[in-house]
């Protein structure tokens, strides 16, 4: 968990290649949705377009689908969710239900300006979907994708109005898990900055603690 732009997605995808369990975002689940047009997508594409959350019944049921699939018998990373403490009540439970619970939540913490930095300056490419970055991830040509030329697009939700509103929904509703967590037994908060292998060993060093204790 953490404020957009933290490296959450990075560092989730670290995980999945150097342990092979698998990475669910509710961000990427929900703009495919919304790609392919699907009736979840349509309910969720408003709420998104404003850097609103998503209502919690919406996302609740993408997860538990998403959960129930068979790679994630044996383990998942969540990105991003749960966001908001009924998010988290209602995960709890489903878990509970499956004789399953959470091993660990890692808070990314970082300051508000390096956030601002890294979203405003994403692009994407309309075309094949490649990120780029306008200081760490530069295009060739300026403002073209590097595989198909296609000029690249600012998302809506990376412009500086929406990445405040996120911000701001962010303190509101999410700080509160950190309690939540913390009392579980289970909380780490992990410094975000620096580079994406500094940030996984530290994350690495939690994770490893904890299947300690749970042998």
């Given amino acids: 968990m953490g404020p957009p732009g933290a490296g959450k997605g990075t560092q989730a995808e670290l995980f999945q290649r150097r342990h092979g369990v698998p990475h669910i975002s509710t961000g990427e689940m929900f703009r495919a949705a919304v790609r392919a047009d699907t009736e979840v997508g349509r309910r969720a ?5 404003d850097g609103e959350l998503v209502p919690d019944a919406i996302v609740q049921q993408l997860v538990e689908d ?5 790679d994630a018998a044996a383990g998942f ?16 439970e489903f878990l509970a ?9 890692v808070l990314f913490d970082i300051p508000e300006e390096v956030v601002l930095r890294r ?11 490649t990120n780029y970055h306008v200081e760490h991830k530069a295009p060739h040509v300026p403002g073209r994708c590097d595989l198909d030329g296609a000029e690249l697009i600012q998302r809506r939700d ?8 996120r ?8 700080a509160p898990l950190v309690d939540h967590y913390r009392a579980l037994g289970i909380f780490l908060a992990v410094s975000a900055q620096g580079t994406a292998e ?3 060993e530290r994350i690495q060093e939690f994770a490893a603690s904890r299947a300690a204790r749970a042998v």
């Fill in 45 to 49: 594409a408003e709420y998104m377009r």
């Fill in 66 to 70: 998403r959960l129930m699939q068979p």
């Fill in 77 to 92: 990373i969540l990105d991003g969710y749960p966001r908001t403490l009924v998010q988290a009540d209602a995960l709890d």
């Fill in 97 to 105: 239900r499956r004789g399953r619970a959470l091993d660990g939540v």
């Fill in 119 to 129: 979203l405003t300056g994403r692009r994407v490419c309309p075309v094949c979907g």
């Fill in 158 to 165: 990376d412009a500086p109005e929406t990445v405040h509103r």
């Fill in 167 to 174: 911000l701001e929904i962010f303190r509101r509703w999410t």
């Fill in 198 to 200: 500094e940030v996984y």
